[in-house]
C-alpha cells in the first residue's frame, strides 16, 4: 500500500470528538426529541462537495510549513495544473458532484470501507481505542463481579432508550446531528474477509439478539440476559451468572480470541478454516450476534507503576498472549473489559461509529451506577418476597481446536507480542489548571490544547509535524468525520516565537492569540465539511472507479508530507474523569487523545518504542512544560495590563 493512501485511511480510525464539542463557537449538548428520529434524520442536509478552487487554496496553507520552498514551488505548479480548465481535477470534480446527486452521502459508503473494511493491519493498536472508566478499586472476587453485573445491566438500561427511539438527539449549536451511528454500536460485529471485511448489524435486524457473551480465562458464555419471561435480568440476577461463569472456568483454555488481533488478510483465512468445524461457527455466531461482549480479567501483567497507563494498555491490547488479548474477541463493536483490581473500561471496534454514541453510553452507564438506579428494583423484589426467577445457566460455548488453528494461535502471539513490545503509553492527570482559566481568557479550549500539542512537538523536534485532529460532520446525513490541519504557518510561528528567548511577552501572546483563532477557524470549516482530506479522498477515489491514474498531485511530496499525521489526537469530553487512548497513525508518530475538565485535562499518549525519535514520557514532560507556559504568559500579560 503507498505511504499516502495508507495514511488517508488511518485518519479514518480516529474518533470525531474533537470539532464535534468546542472547537468552535458552538457547544455540543444533548436535547430531548421534540419530533421522531425518523423525522429528524429525513431532515439532516447531504454533505456538500466543497468547490475545487477553495480546497486546493486551502491545502497549499496547510502544506507549506512542512516543506522548503523549493518543494513548495513544485507543490503550487502540480496542483495549478491540477485545476486548469478542462484538467483532472475539474473532470474528478463534475464526478463527484454526480455521485452526490444520487446518493445520501457521497462519502459514506466509500469511507466504510477505505478507513475500515479495506484495512488490513490489525484492529488492536492499529485501529480500534480504549476507552478508560473511572479506575475502581475492588478487593474480592465478588467486587469485580458485582460491578461487572452494574456495567451490563447499564448497558442494557441505555439499550431500552435505543430501542425505545427516546435517546436524546444530539445537537452542536443550532445544528441538530445525526444519530445512526447510536443504533449500530450494539449487536453489530465485524466479519474478517481475505482482502477486505464485512459488517453485521445484528441489533437492526428482525431478530435481534438477546444475549451477552462473558469471557473468563479464554473461556466463553452466552447468557441470554431477557430471562424466560421477556424481562431483562435484575443485577442479583446478573451477577448470579457471572459467578457461574467464573466457577466453571477456573483454568485458562486455548486462547481463540487472540486470533481476532492479527492482520486481517491472515485473520480471515484462519476464520474460514475455524468454521468448517460445526461446533466453532455455531460458537462464533453467538458472539457475533451478542449485543455487547465481556471480558473478566485477572491482575495486571507487567504493571507500568501508573495505574492509569496500565488501565489504558489493558484496554487497548490487553497486554499480549500472557496478559488478557485471548480473552477478547476484537471484531466485536462492544467489549467491556473489568479487571480484578479495578481497571475498567471498553474497546470498541471503530467500523460503526465514532466516539460520541460509545463516550454517551459510558457516561450513562457510570451515571447508572453512580446514582444507584440498579438498587430500587432489587430492593422491590426483596420487600415483595417474589420466588427466585429460575434462570438457564450460561451456556458454554465450545471450540474443536485442531493442529492447523493451535498453529494459527501461536502465530498471532507472536504478531501481537511484537506491537505489544513497541507500543509505549503514558497517561496522566494535568492539574495546572483546565477549561475554565482558557475561558477566562477568551480562547477556545482546544484550539489552545492544539497549540500546546504543536508547541510540545517543536520543542522536542525543532520542527513541525503533519497535525491530525477529527471533526465531526454529523450535522450531515450519515456524516462521519474531517480532518482538521492543526499544523499551520500560525502555529509554526507561534512555537518559535514562544521558544524564542528574544521575544517579548507581548509578542508570544500575540503569536498564541492568532495561533488559536486560526486553529479556530480551519476547525469550524471541517465541522461544516469543508477542510481539505476528505474532498481530496473523493476526488482520488472518482479516478480510481474510472480506472484513471491516480493524479501526480497524490504522489506529490507536499501531499505525503502533509498527510504523515506525526500527531494524532482527538478531543473526547466525558462527564466522569475518563480518557481515551490510541496508538499513533505513523511509526515515526504519537497518539494524543485528551478530556478537558474545569480545573485539570486528562491526558493519553503514546509512541512506538521502535522510532527512536519518539517517547511517550518526554512527550508528556513536554506538553506539560507547553502548558505552563502558555499559562504564564498570558498572566503575565494580564498583569502588565492592569499596571
Not at 485458562?252 to 475455524?274: C, M, S
Not at 511484537?418 to 494535568?430: A, K, P
Amino acid at each position: 500500500m503507498a505511504l499516502s493512501a495508507s495514511l488517508l485511511i488511518r485518519q479514518g480510525l480516529r474518533n470525531g470528538w474533537s470539532g464535534y464539542i468546542r472547537t468552535c463557537a458552538s457547544s455540543f449538548a444533548m436535547v430531548a426529541p421534540s419530533r421522531s428520529l425518523h423525522d429528524h434524520q429525513g431532515s439532516l442536509p447531504r454533505l456538500p462537495v466543497p468547490p475545487l478552487e477553495d480546497t486546493l487554496n486551502k491545502y497549499l496553507k496547510t502544506v507549506k510549513p512542512l516543506v522548503t520552498e523549493e518543494e513548495f514551488q513544485l507543490t503550487e505548479e502540480i496542483v495549478k495544473k491540477f485545476a486548469a480548465p478542462g484538467g483532472i481535477g475539474q473532470q474528478l470534480q463534475e464526478k463527484l458532484q454526480q455521485r452526490a446527486k444520487k446518493t445520501d452521502n457521497w462519502l459514506s459508503e466509500w469511507w466504510i470501507n477505505a478507513a475500515y473494511l479495506d484495512y488490513r493491519w490489525p484492529v488492536v493498536v492499529w485501529s480500534s481505542p480504549g476507552l478508560v472508566f473511572p479506575l475502581q478499586e475492588f478487593k474480592t472476587l465478588d467486587d469485580q463481579l458485582s460491578y461487572a453485573a452494574k456495567v451490563i445491566v447499564g448497558a442494557l438500561d441505555y439499550k431500552k432508550m435505543l430501542d425505545d427511539k427516546t435517546v436524546p438527539i444530539d445537537h452542536m449549536g443550532k445544528d441538530l446531528l445525526d444519530m445512526s451511528q447510536y443504533f449500530k454500536m450494539l449487536g453489530t460485529c465485524r466479519i474478517p474477509g481475505v482482502t477486505r471485511d464485512s459488517i453485521v448489524y445484528h441489533g437492526q435486524s428482525d431478530n435481534p439478539p438477546k444475549h451477552i457473551v462473558v469471557a473468563h480465562n479464554n473461556h466463553y458464555f452466552k447468557i441470554d440476559m431477557y430471562g424466560k419471561e421477556g424481562k431483562p435480568l435484575t443485577i442479583n440476577q446478573v451477577l448470579h451468572q457471572l459467578r457461574n461463569v467464573v466457577e466453571r472456568s477456573t483454568h485458562p483454555t486455548n486462547p481463540v480470541g487472540i486470533l481476532t488481533t492479527q492482520n486481517r488478510n491472515v485473520w480471515g483465512k484462519a476464520y474460514k478454516k475455524l468454521r468448517k468445524d460445526k461446533l466453532n461457527k455455531a460458537s462464533i455466531e453467538d458472539i457475533q450476534r451478542s449485543i455487547f461482549f465481556v471480558a473478566l480479567d485477572g491482575p495486571i501483567v507487567n504493571p507500568t507503576g501508573n495505574e492509569m497507563t496500565d488501565a489504558a494498555l489493558l484496554c487497548v491490547h490487553g497486554n499480549g498472549s500472557q496478559g488478557y488479548a485471548g480473552n477478547r474477541w476484537y471484531d466485536k463493536t462492544i467489549q467491556f473489559i473489568i479487571g480484578k483490581k479495578g481497571a475498567v473500561g471498553l474497546t470498541y471496534e471503530h467500523t460503526p461509529a465514532e466516539g460520541p454514541p460509545i463516550a454517551n453510553l459510558m457516561d450513562h452507564i457510570v451515571n447508572f451506577i453512580n446514582t444507584g438506579n440498579f438498587q430500587k428494583e432489587d430492593r422491590t423484589m426483596k420487600e415483595r418476597k417474589l420466588p427466585a426467577v429460575e434462570l438457564d445457566r450460561p451456556k458454554r460455548l465450545m471450540f474443536n481446536i485442531g493442529d492447523d488453528i493451535k498453529q494459527e494461535i501461536e502465530d498471532a502471539k507472536c504478531a501481537l507480542d511484537s506491537l505489544v513490545e513497541d507500543l509505549e503509553m503514558t497517561c496522566f492527570l494535568f492539574t495546572g489548571f483546565g477549561t475554565s482559566f482558557i475561558k477566562s481568557q477568551r480562547l477556545s479550549p482546544d484550539s489552545f490544547l492544539q497549540m500546546a500539542i504543536q508547541l510540545a512537538f517543536y520543542r522536542i523536534h525543532k520542527e513541525p509535524g503533519a497535525h491530525y485532529e477529527s471533526a465531526s460532520t454529523r450535522k450531515y446525513l450519515y456524516g462521519r468525520t474531517e480532518t482538521i490541519r492543526s499544523c499551520s504557518t500560525e502555529s509554526v510561528e507561534f512555537a518559535k516565537t514562544m521558544l524564542d528567548e528574544n521575544a517579548s511577552i507581548d509578542e508570544k501572546v500575540s503569536s498564541l492569540r492568532k495561533a488559536v483563532e486560526g486553529h479556530k477557524n480551519y476547525a469550524k470549516d471541517a465541522v461544516h465539511g469543508y477542510g481539505v482530506d476528505r474532498h481530496l479522498l473523493g476526488l482520488k477515489l472518482c479516478a480510481i472507479e474510472a480506472g484513471m491514474d491516480v493524479p501526480t498531485l497524490f504522489m506529490d511530496v507536499g501531499y505525503i508530507r502533509s498527510s504523515h499525521m506525526r500527531l494524532s489526537t482527538s478531543q473526547v469530553p466525558a462527564r466522569c474523569e475518563a480518557f481515551m487512548c490510541f496508538g499513533p497513525l505513523v511509526p515515526d508518530g504519537y497518539g494524543c487523545c485528551y478530556n478537558p475538565r474545569p480545573d485539570s485535562v486528562v491526558f493519553g499518549t503514546s509512541a512506538f518504542n521502535s522510532s527512536p525519535e519518539t517517547d511517550s514520557a518526554t512527550f508528556r514532560a513536554a506538553l506539560e512544560e507547553s502548558l505552563m507556559d502558555m499559562h504564564d504568559i498570558l498572566l503575565k500579560s494580564g498583569l502588565k495590563a492592569k499596571l
